[in-house]
């Protein structure tokens, strides 16, 4: 099988990807995101040789599942879904070394059984084996299962050596600033930083890597960079799906906790931060925590900076979706939103002035991730009819999170012929015509990058806090605020006229991407 060859920069800047011996444990082994998401990409690191050759993977829940069984179902994820069919060389090397430990994340004696499980795999290759234990459990157990881990000395596994134990927790990191920082302080109470990797696996998509290439490896666009250049930022995640099965956790979370506070913040301060002083994580980290302190407390309220709004029936893909308040799951009063937006401004000597607009959304017209740059518009005059106003497009730099991931560039073109007249054209580039379509899902990276202890693309306590510093008001006001000031919009539209108002208070449009 071909496989695209790795983009040239990033293989310059890669550092090295040997992963010492490794015992992965997923707590929530039996759970939808093991399935759909880690077990492929385990296997996938398998295929491309980037597991190390003493690797092991641990499946840990309360439901008691036999060894077979569990290597049964990882086997049946793979073939459901991971992006290459399942190649039985591949797997059996795998599932030689996959079992499975029974316990209560409450219960300290299952966590003391599964130190004893890691004890004899060590025993039986003769020498240590660096423990990355992978939450994927419900947020309501993560307390539990840190408390565990401290008390039977797991987390403090090889502690100061390379090969120390390393934790990797899940989504969603706390639903507020206070659940937030005590989530953070019982992490520290059982773990140091360097142990710790919070998830967020936009920044595991290769496309949100190459942003930092292509913002700090090409000449031509830093000088630009700023307020003199930046008319504004709009930052789009867009979904085409509704709410599916997870109406129970939705009603919970709402679109700001799900997308905004974590993901859309992420690309904001990686679109946004000062140029770090070196690749190293601490040193990206830092410079993502001052920009995010750095941005405005947002106004509240009838006319403020912030857009909610709930989708109501409509068509996605041709086909009838009922509205949000008529899913399985959602009660009918329910204020929970499916779409926001957010106008922010940035308070530093780059961005002052410059607003960023923040939106995402389910049930809107595409499945769409994207990062558009406006640059301030030209003076038209030397191409306006004379004494007539003119106004040229602005140019646009657009980054393609996903799907079709590329980067593209609007710029103002002369039609050809006798007059001159302009019209804006498209420059673009797409990541599958240059490298191929195989590309790594962000699992594998992140997957790999702990089990390497790269924290780069893992968010920092402080990180968290700063985006939940921010967000927390809004979600304080709407709860205040119950159903009033809920905005609807059509299923498969691009979302409320609230959220129109918000840019259009700057003159400003959103794109349709
Ligand atoms: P699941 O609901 O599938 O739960 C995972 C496992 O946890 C279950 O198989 C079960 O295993 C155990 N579990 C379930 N409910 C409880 C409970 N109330 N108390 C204790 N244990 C429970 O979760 P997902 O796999 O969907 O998600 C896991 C984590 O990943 C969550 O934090 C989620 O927010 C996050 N996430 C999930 C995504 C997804 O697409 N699924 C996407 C992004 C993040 P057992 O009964 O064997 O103990
Ligand atoms: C998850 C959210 O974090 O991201 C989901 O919980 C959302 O609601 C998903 O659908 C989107 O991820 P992606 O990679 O498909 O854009």
């Known amino acids: 099988m071909a496989d695209s060859p790795r983009h040239p920069f990033l293989q310059g800047l890669s550092k090295h990807r040997g992963a010492p011996p490794t015992v992965v444990v997923i707590f929530g082994a039996s759970g939808d995101l093991t399935a759909r998401k880690l077990i492929p990409a385990v296997y996938n690191l398998g295929y491309d040789n980037l597991l190390p050759a003493d690797f092991f993977l641990v499946g840990f829940g309360r439901k008691p599942i036999p060894d077979e069984e569990f290597r049964t ?35 300290k004696p299952a966590f003391d059984r599964l130190a004893a499980h890691l004890a004899a795999i060590e025993k039986k290759i003769g020498r240590e084996v660096q423990p990355l234990f992978y939450i994927s459990t419900p947020p309501s157990v993560f307390d539990p299962i840190l408390r565990n ?23 969603p990191f706390g639903r507020d600033l206070d659940s937030a920082h005590a989530l953070n302080t019982t992490i520290r109470s059982v773990l140091e930083e360097p142990q710790v990797y919070r998830i ?3 920044l595991g998509k290769e496309t949100v890597q190459d942003l930092l290439v292509q913002r700090f490896a090409n000449s031509i666009f830093e000088p630009l960079w700023n307020r003199n250049f930046i008319e504004s930022v709009q930052i789009t995640v867009a979904e085409e799906v509704g709410v599916g099965t997870r ?96 106008r922010l401004s940035i308070n530093n000597w780059r961005w002052q002035g410059v607003p960023f607009y923040l939106r995402s959304g389910k049930r809107l017209a595409r499945r769409v991730s994207e990062i558009a740059v406006n640059f301030k518009r030209p003076p038209g005059t030397l191409f306006a009819e004379e004494g007539a106003r003119f106004d040229l497009a602005s140019n646009t730099l657009s980054f393609q999170i996903q799907p079709d991931e590329g980067l593209s560039l609007i710029l103002n073109t002369k039609i050809p012929g006798l007059e001159t007249r302009t019209q804006p054209v498209k420059m673009s580039f797409r990541y599958a015509t240059t490298f191929g379509s195989n590309t790594p899902e962000a699992y594998e990276r992140l997957v790999l990058d702990a089990m390497i202890g790269d924290g780069t693309l893992f968010i920092r306590g402080d990180e968290t806090e700063a985006s939940w510093k921010l967000c927390t008001p809004i979600l304080q006001s709407w709860a205040a605020a119950g159903r009033t000031g809920m905005d609807t919009y059509a299923a498969g539209s691009w979302g409320p006229l609230s959220a129109d108002a918000l840019v259009a208070k700057n003159n400003h449009v959103w794109r349709q991407p």
């Open 73 to 107: 179902m990882a086997a049946d994820a793979i073939k459901e879904f991971s992006r290459r069919e399942l190649n039985q060389d591949v797997w059996s090397r795998l599932a030689a070394n996959t079992s499975y430990v029974a316990g209560g994340y409450d219960e």
């Open 247 to 342: 109406g129970g956790y939705y009603e919970q979370s709402g679109c700001l906790r799900d997308m905004i506070q974590n993901h859309t913040m992420q690309l904001l301060a990686l679109t946004a931060m000062e140029p770090p002083v070196s690749l190293d994580p601490e040193a990206i980290r830092d410079e993502k925590v001052k920009l995010l302190k750095a941005i405005q407390p947002l106004v509240l309220g009838p006319g403020g900076d912030v857009a909610r709004a709930q989708y109501a029936a409509g068509m996605t893909g041709g086909k009838a979706v009922p509205g949000y308040l008529q899913e399985e799951g959602i009660s009918p009063q329910s204020a929970t939103e499916t779409y926001a937006a957010l």
């Open 149 to 171: 881990l401290g008390a039977s000395g797991l987390a403090a596994k090889y502690r100061g050596s390379p090969h120390q134990a390393k934790v990797v927790i899940e989504k």
């Open 200 to 202: 967020d696996h936009y």
